[in-house]
Each structure stands twice: as structure tokens, then as C-alpha cells.
């Protein structure tokens, strides 16, 4: 197998890890067989194994969110403590039409968000502690060019084949790396587009959900929409003596407005929602997404006799440890890769080659409608994730709610306190060839002060140097020119404001 470790390239280096495992034939179908019967569970109405490797199953027990403004299409709950949130469109009758987002919350591990693609493959993953990791597949599900962002500060870029036998030499010890052709290009976008004052419709219109808006701000100013907002709300709330019907979480929705978000609070029942179709089309989305976790599984455990989270997790591990070598969150990064695929593991059934099994019985499936159909009050307690792990949570409000209207009047303002942040990152193209350029681009806040600077430094193993100072934002851009194979690029970003300073660093390889 060859596995391949990237880092960011300077003018168009790209250096990787290559290693092999032989395994005879014979002994390597005895090992699959081997596997495949060790994990065969029963299958239970509304309940289906969790892990499929080593560890004990896990029965998982569903509801299904049937409110058309709900963004909730369905909850799980892991006999492990998970409560696994699936996120998603809904049509006007509540039928689920895509599922944008997995969101896995743990007392002990905090919050995983795992945001989907299109095709039903993973595009990113984002931890409440301020990790990140990026994904990027090739046409065949199996090669993937990851960016993983270490609380804001570290970045590496790592290229991995998950179709290729795992080097167990490899993953302890990678520091050699084979020049590799790229197949992508990572390019994110950080621009500062003027945008238009917004105005919002207070019409009489009735509704089926009553809007809620959160600005998150930082440096008394807007935070760009990269923040998770979710609200805590106690229905039927007793202003009296403190009491409530009960409590549910709605998730904000990033509004037109920089640094806004919208928490919808269902006002109406289902209303005809069609219950059938509802669980239905929920079972139907959600097999296109086991269909390729179960496919990317079988090539792992085929190929190397390992499921696909730990052959990923090994090869993310070992790059990081390898550009990296005296991280000290390691076993929180661990533990947040292996938290990116607590969903697919939960609710897939990696069993057999029978990818039609529905993973909810329509026929006994538990509803939820968190709708509030009678005019009441409500306890509102925002939160905000920030990009690099710090959660706020706002100052909660008893609100008046009346089915039918549209917008709540009072506004919710939740801020970090100000500090300096490094909000963006990128290096484009990540992995450039020999003598191609390529562009550093980082975005931050707190920029409008005159004490403020950000710093760009390159340096590289042919004593190439280059920088670019910038003293306004959001934004600070330096192109790079190429290189020659095997030569590396130490990137440097320091953004500073007054005696306040936060640094980022990363690796180029040609």
C-alpha cells in the first residue's frame, strides 16, 4: 500500500509516505471472513449496532422530528451517551429532502459536527474544541485529501488512499515521503464582499415558526458565519414558580446578515404531515449516505482488515505526529476523528452486502413535534460555538409566543469578549508541483485599530524568503514563487494587535 502524508507545498513540491504491506491471499480473505462474522449482530426494531471493529455493538434508539420548520429531521441515542442529531431541508409538509449536517453531543466529549456532501460523502468535521478537518474525495470515494486545522494554530494537509494496505510501520513512523502528482486543488475563499443593508419582512403573514435572530460578534464587531448557534428552550415556561412543559433544542441557520443567525421555534403541529413519507424518504437519504460508508468500509476491511474510521484515523495521526511531533492535544485529536464517524457506525448496518435494510421501522418509530400550537411563553438560552472551541453561552429571556407570527422582536447578542483570532487559513493549491507558486491567504478580526498588523513569513530549505505586512483586513494575502523538488517551506502567520498577538504556522513540501 502506498499511504500519502501531505503538508502544504511550496511552488509545487509534494512530498509523501509510502510504504507496503504484503499479505498472501489465502490469509487475507481468512482475516476478512474472519471479521465480517465477528460483528453480525441482531438487527432490532428502531435499533441497529454501533461500532463493527473490536468494541462491544451499540443499540441505538430513533425519533423522528416531524415539524416542517423543525430543522431536526430525527434524533438517535447510543447506549454510550451519544445523542446523534441528523440536519437537514424539509419540504412544506415536513418530508426530509437532504441531510446537511450529523451532530453527535457527549457530556464527556463535547460537540462533533459533521457537515455532508451531495453524493453522501463527508465534507467536513468540526469539534467544539477548535478542531477542524476538511475532506476532499476523489471520484472513486477512496482517495482523500484532508485538512486538518489544530486549534487554529497548526495546519497540515494530508493525501491518503484508503484502497491501499495499511504500513503499520508507516503509521508510527513516517518521515520519509515520495514526490506524489496532485489530483485537487484546495481552494478556499476568504473575500470581503460589501454587503447591503437587510431588511426583514414584519408583514401579518401567518407562519408555520416564529424566528428568533442571535448576533454573534467579536471585537465588538459582526463574527464571520463560521460560528454554531443553537438555542435551549424551556416551553410552557411558569414565570411564577419557574416551571416548564418541557425542554428542546432548536439550531441556528446562518441569516443574510453577517454575523446573524436565525433559531426558528415551530409554531403550528405536522399539519398533514405525511408520517409515512416523512420516515420513508428519511430511511431513503439516509442509505445513499451508508451505501458509500458501507462501500468505503468494505474496501478497508478488504484491503487492510481494519474499518475505514480506524485506517483514516491512523493516517491522520501519524501526518500530524509527523510535521508536528511535540503536539500536546493528541489524544484530543483522537478521540474527535473518531467521533467523525460515530453516525455512520450508530446507524449503518456495515453487516453483509444487503445495503436496502431501512434503518427506521415506520411502523413503530416514535414522532417528536416540537411545535408550540397555543399562544405561551418560552425560556430562550442562546449559545455560540466559536471556530477555535470557545463556547459562550447568552443571557437567556422569557419570550412571548404566539402561533401564526413571524418574528420575535427582541434580538440576542452573544460576544467572545474581543479577543485577537486567527479566523482563516489557506494555502492554495496545498500541494503545488515543482516551480509553481502558490497563495497564502489568512483572515482575522480586530483589525481596526492602529495597533493593529498581520505578518506573512515564508522561509525555505534553498534560503528562499518572502513576507507581506498588512495593517488593515479582513484579509492579508502573499503569493509565493515556486520551487525545486524536495525543498520545504516553513509558514509563518502573526497577527497582532497591541501587546495581543496569535501566530499560526505550516509546512510546504515540493
Known amino acids: 500500500m502506498t499511504a500519502k502524508l501531505k503538508t502544504p507545498r511550496r511552488n509545487g513540491r509534494s512530498c509523501t509516505s509510502t510504504g507496503f504491506v504484503y499479505i498472501a491471499a489465502v490469509t487475507l480473505v481468512a482475516v476478512t471472513l474472519f471479521i465480517t462474522a465477528a460483528v453480525i449482530v441482531a438487527v432490532y426494531t428502531n435499533r441497529h449496532p454501533g461500532d463493527s471493529d473490536s468494541q462491544p455493538s451499540l443499540r441505538v434508539s430513533y425519533q423522528l422530528h416531524v415539524n416542517p420548520a423543525d430543522s431536526t429531521i430525527m434524533t438517535a441515542e447510543t447506549a454510550d451517551g451519544d445523542l446523534i442529531s441528523v440536519v437537514g431541508e424539509k419540504s412544506s409538509s415536513g418530508v426530509p429532502l437532504t441531510i446537511d449536517e450529523f451532530i453527535v453531543e457527549n457530556d464527556n466529549h463535547g460537540s462533533i459536527f459533521v457537515s455532508m456532501n451531495d453524493d453522501g460523502t463527508i465534507k467536513s468535521a468540526l469539534s467544539s474544541d477548535g478542531l477542524q478537518i476538511d475532506f476532499i474525495w476523489d471520484e472513486h470515494q477512496t482517495v482523500i485529501n484532508t485538512t486538518a486545522v489544530i486549534n487554529g494554530s497548526q495546519q497540515v494537509f494530508i493525501k491518503m488512499n484508503l484502497s491501499e494496505p495499511v504500513d503499520t510501520k508507516l503509521m508510527s513512523n513516517s518521515n520519509k515521503r515520495k514526490p506524489l502528482k496532485r489530483s485537487y486543488r484546495y481552494q478556499p475563499r476568504y473575500t470581503n464582499q460589501a454587503t447591503k443593508p437587510v431588511k426583514r419582512r414584519r408583514d401579518t403573514q401567518t407562519s408555520d415558526h416564529t424566528d428568533v435572530f442571535v448576533s454573534v460578534e467579536s471585537c465588538n464587531g459582526p463574527q464571520p458565519n463560521t460560528a454554531k448557534v443553537y438555542a435551549d428552550v424551556l416551553l410552557g415556561y411558569n414565570l411564577d414558580n419557574d416551571t416548564y412543559e418541557r425542554k428542546v433544542k432548536y439550531w441556528g441557520a446562518k441569516s443574510s446578515k453577517p454575523g446573524e443567525y436565525k433559531v426558528q421555534v415551530p409554531t403550528t403541529l405536522r399539519n398533514g404531515t405525511n408520517f409515512g413519507s416523512a420516515c420513508n424518504n428519511t430511511n431513503l437519504i439516509l442509505g445513499k449516505i451508508c451505501n458509500v460508508f458501507h462501500k468505503i468500509n468494505s474496501v478497508t476491511q478488504f484491503v487492510s482488515g481494519m474499518d475505514a474510521d480506524s485506517v483514516f484515523c491512523s493516517f491522520l495521526k501519524s501526518g500530524i505526529l509527523t510535521e508536528f511531533p511535540s503536539i500536546n492535544n493528541y489524544f484530543a485529536l483522537s478521540r474527535f476523528c473518531e467521533s467523525i464517524f460515530r453516525p455512520f457506525k450508530s446507524m449503518c448496518n456495515l453487516v453483509g452486502t444487503d445495503k436496502s435494510n431501512n434503518i427506521l421501522s415506520c411502523n413503530s418509530l416514535p414522532v417528536v413535534d416540537n411545535g408550540v400550537t397555543i399562544e405561551q411563553n418560552i425560556f430562550f438560552m442562546p449559545t455560540a460555538i466559536f471556530p477555535h472551541g470557545n463556547t459562550i453561552q447568552g443571557t437567556g429571556k422569557v419570550l412571548p409566543i404566539q402561533p401564526g407570527a413571524n418574528i420575535v422582536p427582541h434580538q440576542f447578542t452573544i460576544s467572545d469578549g474581543g479577543p485577537l483570532r486567527i479566523t482563516g487559513f489557506s494555502i492554495t493549491p496545498f500541494n503545488p508541483l515543482p516551480k509553481e507558486s502558490y497563495v497564502v ?70
Open 441 to 510: 491567504n489568512v483572515s482575522y478580526n480586530c483589525y481596526s485599530t492602529p495597533m493593529f498588523s498581520a505578518y506573512i513569513s515564508v522561509t525555505g530549505t534553498d534560503n528562499f524568503a518572502d513576507s507581506q505586512t498588512c495593517y488593515t483586513g479582513p484579509t492579508c494575502t502573499l503569493r509565493v514563487s515556486g520551487s525545486d523538488k524536495s525543498q520545504r517551506d516553513d509558514v509563518k502567520i502573526t497577527v497582532k494587535n497591541g501587546q495581543t498577538s496569535v501566530s499560526l504556522m505550516s509546512v510546504v513540501h515540493y
